[in-house]
């Protein structure tokens, strides 16, 4: 199997989905509920709903209101995606109601961040997979995938109303600290969805662009692309090299440029993601 395939086999995505919820039960229930955190997203609906109800358990209240958005992913999404997102939701499900943990983390706004950075970290685990963890989620990939809304505005939005309704039933700080963990969650979520798939552009301006591109596939073993402009001033016309690089190779291309030509114009900007050729594959769900 190519590395690239590996992120479509099912053993991987089992793997990334079941030690994802696992690592947000340990959250949920050694932080969360220890501190009485309102959770962001559909795990925060049924958290709140258990404070207000006094109902025993805030896993069964989850299982329940994930019914209709899995009837969603059904309809909407795919088969596939439906089955790994009902893996983490069973999961989840199920650790939180087995696991008995409390780390011990007394002060209000450490457990805010801990949480925030151990919930988002296993919710991002998930989502790097072909499927959720279930709930809000569903609603969040579908609109990313058809409207090209980013997962943590979706989230936004629902946190807001969420939130809203927590300052109306709960106590002031103890939302406030929900809502510090809510933005560290969604700050992890989005770091790593896109760690692997960051990578640095390079703009490479010289005259001896050439044997600077021959240097890079010889030595890098990347690939390069010349792009032609022509300079203002001059109005000659110049061929510009562009490199796509990830950050442990980005000080050897920098080397090699100005070893080669010390009068080298050498441009870096960050991207988001990269994806297609020989980079991460597009995920579809």
Not at 12 to 22: A, D, E, K, Q, R
Not at 39 to 62: D, E, R
Not at 210 to 235: C, N, P, R, W
């Amino acid at each position: 199997m190519g590395r690239r395939d590996w992120g479509y086999s099912v053993h991987w995505n089992l793997f990334l989905v079941i030690s994802g919820s696992i690592l947000q039960a340990f959250a949920f229930k050694g932080l969360a509920t220890a501190h009485g955190f309102v959770p962001s997203g559909m795990f925060g609906l049924a958290a709140l709903l258990q404070y207000v109800t006094g109902f025993s358990n805030a896993g069964i209240i989850y299982l329940i209101l994930n019914v209709p958005m899995f009837i969603f992913g059904y309809l909407m999404i795919s088969k596939r995606f439906l089955g790994y997102s009902f893996v983490s939701m069973i999961v989840t499900t199920l650790a939180f109601m087995v696991v008995n943990v409390d780390f011990g983390i007394e002060n209000q706004l450490y457990a805010a961040v801990c949480f925030g950075v151990m919930v988002g970290a296993g919710a991002g685990i998930v989502l790097r997979s072909l499927g959720s963890n279930g709930g809000l989620d569903v609603i969040a990939v579908y609109l990313t995938q058809r409207y090209n809304i980013g997962v943590g505005k979706t989230y936004f939005a629902f946190n807001f109303v969420l939130f809203s309704f927590s300052f109306a039933s709960l106590d002031n700080d103890l939302v406030i600290a929900s809502l510090i963990a809510a933005f560290v969650s969604s700050v992890t979520i989005e770091y790593c969805l896109s760690m692997f798939n960051q990578r640095k552009v390079c703009f490479i301006i010289s005259d001896r662009n050439q044997e600077i591109a021959d240097k890079v596939m010889d030595h890098l073993k990347i690939g390069a692309t010349f792009l032609q402009g022509s300079g203002a001033y001059k109005k000659s016309e110049k061929r510009m090299l562009m490199v796509v690089i990830n950050n442990i190779q980005l000080k050897r291309l920098e080397e090699l440029v100005f070893t080669t030509d010390d009068y080298a114009l050498f441009i870096v900007e960050n991207t988001f993601a990269v994806i297609g050729s020989t980079f991460s594959r597009r995920k579809i769900y």
